[in-house]
């Protein structure tokens, strides 16, 4: 099975991890053809950071769900690893999907770079390079060498390159050297117009496309000639404006400029990469919470997030021939954007082109009918219907065992929450009336019902149940759960709703 | 075939719902008293019991077929419907025959014999219901939403 290494750097990262998850567990798949294992490494100092938070919990509770389940169900049917799982021996990761950077807790940037201990030219060059001033978590005006970085780089790439730097010798990238292969492929997550995001997209490029000289990794020669993507995100939400925050949004342009100017040499500009997608959206809607990171920086999930996560998809679909590299640098970079069929403040899936609305509206409508029933009916039906009662059983037993309640409740409810918050962050992403009656759940999509065609109440989903479960057999209730929902779910929204497969 | 049914609701001899006179009567005893030369109520009723509960099994478990009539208390339901039924079957037609007189007159038939006749065909079609609801060949192999229905579950 071949790998997907993926670097989702600062809190953008994090959050088009989620929805990258939220994908792979409706079932999205790039290739049905072809099996891709997703190994998660986020790049983020800001270790309290509630988006980051979140999504580590989301991917446990995928890996949790898949492992029990299996992967041959349709939902949650890619595997997701930490990287530690790829370590056959001496284990010495901590077996989270963080990568760990090393001094930056509680550790002002002059500190890390032992700026006291810097012969004079050392520290003039240091003065100079770091001669701004920004504002600590308590509101107070910092020279930037006093920056404490607990809470990430707040808008300071110049600072993040630095500290980001120590990913070449790190225990991380050694294992991911040593265990990527040809057929393994990188991709880097990362916005623009941060501090954490800009600096490691080309800090994490430069090193891998620089393997040949690093003598402390092994599988140098994989890794040089790696087919890599990445996303960088542009400039897609707005935050209020704080008069003591270091961060606001006219400098979102400008430092989205310097970077892509710094790119321009040494990202784009040298071929360093072999598909890089750009996203933005200037739709801005309401602001954010202007929040450096300090109470924890928690963002709602927005829909360019999503369409982030649909780069991945498409990076992993595009054939081998066209990634291909020499000495380092890509023959045919390729370079690309998103856009969608209507420019409306709510989207639905009819707004999207064609070929996004195959893609994702039905699988994601299946787990949001998954989730509905198993929020509104489960209980219900649990004891007394045919495919809860036969063999393995999904009685009561089973919903108060801990895979149902902690795993599956929380990521079902997690994935709940995702589409309430792209809902209302921003353009708003909203496909379904999540709290309306079942046969109005997909917006835009009139269920066919009459006198001969039945109406799609939870009578006609417990039907389909018992039809898709009769004379099957499962090697456990984890796995029938998961393999009879989603084949009823895609039964009854192919049929009644008339989603494509 | 008639001696089976004859044997089924007299219940072998064990437990007479109803007098012998009765039991001649439904096996054809003629109304000039000479011969078992009438129509046979034994087969026609026992048929007939057979096929309705048969019927009905059949409209719950594959006709009608739902996930929202495929509980212990809807097997009930069907279940009183077929015990009435055949209890008003096998009244009625002894009943209109004592109205009519139309029966050998050494027979003393009464209302009673009618009533023990229905309660013995409608014991014998919830034993039948019960028996086709319960072996799961038929209900397992050919009902989707009622396959696990019995009259205890679910």
């Known amino acids: 099975m071949a790998r997907l290494f993926v670097f989702a750097i600062g809190g953008t990262g994090s959050r088009v991890l989620k929805s990258l998850t939220m994908l792979l567990a409706s079932g999205i798949k790039p290739d049905p053809q072809k099996e891709w294992e997703i190994v998660p490494i986020i790049i983020d100092p800001h270790k309290s950071n509630e988006d980051l938070k979140r999504t580590e919990r989301l991917l ?9 389940g299996g992967l041959s169900n349709g939902f949650f049917s890619t595997k997701i690893t930490t990287l530690d799982k790829l370590v056959a021996s001496e284990n010495r990761l901590s077996g989270s999907f963080t990568f760990n950077l090393q001094q930056v807790s509680n550790t002002r940037f002059k500190e890390y770079i032992d700026f006291n ?9 240091a003065d ?18 006093d920056v404490e970085m607990d809470i990430g780089f707040v808008g300071n790439p110049n600072i993040g390159s630095v500290v980001l730097n120590q990913f070449k010798d790190s225990q991380e990238f050694k294992e991911v050297a040593a265990n990527f292969s040809s057929d393994d492929r990188i991709f880097i997550i990362s916005s623009i117009f941060g501090g954490t995001g800009a600096a490691g997209f080309p800090t994490i490029l430069k090193n891998i496309r620089n393997a040949m000289n690093n003598n ?30 270091p961060i606001n949004n006219s400098d979102f342009i400008g430092k989205t400029k310097a970077a892509l100017y710094y790119y321009k040499d040494n990202v784009t500009g040298n071929n360093s990469v072999n598909a890089l997608y750009y996203i933005n959206d200037d739709f801005g809607g309401k602001a954010l919470v202007n929040d450096p990171g300090d109470n924890g920086q928690k963002n709602g999930a927005h829909f360019v997030e999503l369409a982030s996560a649909l780069a ?8 081998d021939r066209d990634l291909e590299c020499a000495a380092g640098k890509a023959i045919n970079p390729i370079y690309k954007e998103f856009g969608i069929r209507n420019d409306v403040a709510g989207i639905k899936f009819s707004d999207f082109e064609d070929y996004t609305e195959n893609q994702i509206s039905l699988r994601i409508s299946q787990l949001a009918l ?9 209980s219900a039906s649990s004891e007394n219907q045919p495919w809860s009662m036969e063999k393995p059983e999904l009685g009561q037993q089973f919903l108060n065992d801990s895979f149902y309640r902690t795993n599956v409740t929380e990521f079902l409810s997690s994935f709940g929450e995702w589409l309430v918050e792209m809902e209302t962050t921003g353009r708003g992403f909203s496909p379904f009336n999540l709290n309306s009656s079942l046969d109005s759940l997909v917006k835009g999509k009139v269920v066919k019902s009459g006198a001969f065609s039945k109406r799609v109440n939870y009578g006609f989903y417990d039907d389909k149940l018992n039809k898709h479960s009769r004379g099957k057999s499962y090697s456990s209730a984890s796995q029938k759960m998961m393999d009879l929902f989603f084949k009823t779910t ?9 989603l494509k497969k | 075939m008639a001696d089976f049914f004859a044997n089924l609701y007299e219940w072998f001899g064990l437990i007479p719902f109803y007098s012998k006179d009765m039991g001649d009567k439904l096996r054809g005893w003629d109304i000039t008293c000479t011969a078992y030369s009438e129509t046979n109520w034994y087969v026609m009723i026992g048929t007939f019991m057979i096929i309705l509960t048969v019927f009905f099994y059949a409209l719950q478990y594959h006709i009608i077929d739902k996930s929202r009539w495929n509980k212990k208390q809807h097997w009930w339901l069907f279940a009183l419907v077929i015990v009435v039924l055949n209890f008003l079957i096998a009244f009625t037609i002894p009943f209109n025959a004592i109205q009519a007189e139309d ?14 006749f229905g309660i013995s065909n409608a014991i014998w079609s919830f034993i039948l219901f019960i028996l086709i609801t319960t072996i799961p060949v038929f209900r397992r192999r050919f009902s989707t939403n009622c396959r696990e229905t019995t009259f205890w579950k679910p």
């Open chain 1, 60 to 68: 446990g509770n995928y890996q949790s769900i898949a492992n029990e």
């Open chain 1, 117 to 125: 201990q810097l012969n004079e030219p050392s520290h003039a060059l």
């Open chain 1, 128 to 145: 100079i390079l770091f001669s701004g001033s920004s504002i600590n978590k308590r509101g107070e005006e910092v020279n930037l060498l």
């Open chain 1, 216 to 245: 402390n990794i092994d599988g140098r020669g994989f890794l040089q000639d790696s087919k890599i993507g990445a996303i960088t995100v542009l400039p897609y939400f707005k935050i209020e404006r704080e008069a003591d925050s």
């Open chain 1, 312 to 319: 991945i998809i498409d990076f992993l679909k595009t054939p």
């Open chain 1, 370 to 378: 998954f989730r509905k029933f198993l929020n509104e009916q489960a």
């Open chain 1, 490 to 498: 895609e039964d009854i929204l192919t049929s009644k709703f008339g």
């Open chain 2, 103 to 116: 029966f050998c007159n050494t027979l003393i038939l009464s209302v009673s014999d009618c009533i023990g």
